[in-house]
């Protein structure tokens, strides 16, 4: 998964046409459990470019998304917000793909 490294790239991304943001952590224990399902996840859904958003490099832009629980994703699509599955709570394979399949409804 591509590592946001910057805020511009954060506003180029977005204005793509689909963007899954993951926003994650090292220390997260939540966070690494989900770490051995995201392949397949990634695989399953092509359409999707997936960014992983280190949450303490970006503490500015979590504030300012109102993400104060992670693991979290919001999905950009041209620009706009298309979905957020923003908690603080672990998530399953199946909500994050749950997630992902309500994007395309």
């Given at each position: ?13 977005k204005n ?80 994050i793909e ?8």
């Amino acid at each position: 998964m591509e590592k946001l490294q910057s805020m511009e790239q954060f506003e180029q991304l977005k204005n793509e046409e689909r963007t899954i943001f993951m926003f994650s952590a090292d220390w997260c224990p939540d966070c690494t459990v989900i770490e051995p399902i995201l392949p397949g996840i990634m695989a399953d859904y092509p359409e999707y470019h997936f960014v992983y958003v280190d949450r303490d490099e970006f503490i500015d832009l979590c504030a300012e998304l109102d993400i104060f629980g992670i693991p979290s994703f919001i999905a950009y699509h041209s620009g706009e917000e298309a979905g957020r599955f923003v908690s603080k709570d672990r998530k399953t394979q199946a909500e994050i793909e749950a997630f992902i399949n309500s994007l395309s409804a």
